[in-house]
C-alpha cells in the first residue's frame, strides 16, 4: 500500500516478459492460421449441370496499328460466325446448348493486334457436339478475320 491507502495494481503474470511472449505467440499463430484456413463451405464447388465452361479458345493476329474499321467489323463477323455455327448444330433449339463465345483484345501495344475468342458450352453439351460446334465457329471466324484482313 502506498501513502494514500490505494492498493498497488496486481500483476497477472509475474513471469519474464520473454516467457509470456514465448507462451503466447505459439497461441497467436495457432489462432491466425485456424482463421485463415479454407472452410468446407468456401472450398470450390463442382459446376452443376447447366455450368458452362470454356471449351476451346483460339488466338487470331489482326492489325498492328490502330483499324477502328476492323474493330467495329468484329462485332459483325463475330456474329455472323456464331448465327452460323449455331443455325448447323443446334437446329430450332439453340439455347439448349448454351453455346456463346467470349472476345478479349491481347495485344501489348494496340490491344486488337491480337484477339484471343473463347468457345463457351454448356458442360454436359460438351462431349456431344461441343468440338464440332466450336470448330465450325472458328472455321468461319477465321474466314472471315482473314477476308476483311486482305492485304492490310
Known amino acids: 500500500m502506498n501513502d494514500a491507502g490505494d492498493r498497488a495494481p496486481a500483476r497477472i503474470y509475474r513471469g519474464s516478459p520473454f516467457a509470456a511472449f514465448c507462451f503466447l505467440l505459439p497461441l497467436f499463430a495457432a489462432v491466425l492460421c485456424s482463421c485463415s484456413a479454407q472452410r468446407p463451405e468456401q472450398a470450390q464447388k463442382q459446376p452443376g449441370p447447366g455450368a458452362a465452361i470454356v471449351l476451346e479458345k483460339r488466338t487470331f ?6 483499324d477502328p474499321e476492323l474493330e467495329a467489323a468484329l462485332e459483325g463477323m463475330l456474329s455472323a460466325s456464331y448465327d452460323i455455327a449455331v443455325k448447323n448444330h ?3 433449339k439453340p439455347m439448349d446448348m448454351g ?3 467470349s472476345l478479349a483484345p491481347k495485344g501489348a501495344v494496340y490491344p486488337f493486334s491480337e484477339i484471343e475468342v473463347s468457345c463457351i458450352i454448356q458442360e454436359k453439351y460438351a462431349r456431344r457436339g461441343g468440338a464440332e460446334i466450336c470448330g465450325d465457329f472458328f472455321g ?7 477476308s476483311a484482313l486482305g492485304g492490310k
Request: proline share 5%.
Open 99 to 101: 453455346f456463346t463465345y
Open 90 to 92: 443446334a437446329g430450332e
Open 61 to 66: 493476329k489482326l492489325v498492328k496499328t490502330p
Open 140 to 146: 468461319r471466324l477465321g474466314g472471315r478475320i482473314k
